[in-house]
T-cell receptor
Framework: GESVGLHLPTLSVQEGDNSIINCAYSNSASDYFIWYKQESGKGPQFIIDIRSNMDKRQGQRVTVLLNKTVKHLSLQIAATQPGDSAVYFCAETLNQAGTALIFGKGTTLSVSS | DGGITQSPKYLFRKEGQNVTLSCEQNLNHDAMYWYRQDPGQGLRLIYYSQIVNDFQKGDIAEGYSVSREKKESFPLTVTSAQKNPTAFYLC????????????FGDGTRLSIL
């Protein structure tokens, strides 16, 4: 199954399902966005990024969608696996070299087999 | 292996004590960052540096200090003025050219004795 809509702090899915994690970003001037995955006790790990001149970008099993009109970002994970269980954060920044990221509230994804 | 190394992994601070967290990167990145993460929360920026011998305050710099004497090193000192230092501290680095994702270390967990 899928879960769409506003930001949810937690998302539980079955192995093999598709997952959708949503994020509302804060600054309309932001033009670079990143999704990170964070496992317990570890630092965030880069998953995929997207620039504001795009509305969709695909990676391996992951797709990021950007809707600038409503300042909304989503991460879609296809065929979710137990190893995908983690906290997922979106981050935004301005198109300026070395500018720090602004992180959204994370979503904890739990995948049951 | 290129990456970011944070040490120690766990650190305990006594009342009135300053402690220093180490962050070293061998990615040849110009920019480095320190974030603080509290349980169940996103990351908040403490300090960042775009070049050696220069750094800027982030959103929650009070009670912290940094130095950037070498490109590969960006130590963070948690001073006794920081009254609530218990948190997970994450260091990151990035290139300065164009939109580049930040890469993170695996963090230092600081607790009060």
């Amino acid at each position: 199954g899928e879960s769409v809509g506003l930001h949810l702090p937690t998302l539980s899915v079955q192995e093999g399902d598709n997952s959708i994690i949503n994020c509302a970003y804060s600054n309309s001037a932001s033009d670079y966005f990143i999704w990170y995955k964070q496992e317990s006790g570890k630092g965030p790990q880069f998953i995929i990024d997207i620039r504001s001149n795009m509305d969709k970008r695909q990676g391996q099993r992951v797709t990021v969608l950007l809707n600038k009109t409503v300042k909304h970002l989503s991460l879609q994970i296809a065929a979710t696996q137990p190893g995908d269980s983690a906290v997922y954060f979106c981050a935004e920044t301005l198109n300026q070299a070395g500018t720090a990221l602004i992180f959204g509230k994370g979503t904890t994804l739990s995948v049951s087999s | 292996d290129g990456g970011i190394t944070q040490s120690p992994k766990y650190l305990f601070r006594k009342e009135g004590q300053n402690v220093t967290l180490s962050c070293e990167q061998n990615l040849n990145h110009d920019a480095m960052y320190w974030y603080r993460q509290d349980p169940g929360q996103g990351l908040r920026l403490i300090y960042y540096s775009q070049i050696v011998n220069d750094f800027q305050k982030g959103d929650i710099a009070e009670g912290y200090s940094v130095s950037r004497e070498k490109k590969e090193s960006f130590p963070l000192t948690v001073t006794s003025a920081q009254k609530n230092p218990t948190a997970f501290y994450l260091c990151a680095s990035s290139d300065l050219e164009g939109n580049q994702p930040q890469h993170f270390g695996d963090g230092t967990r600081l607790s009060i004795l």
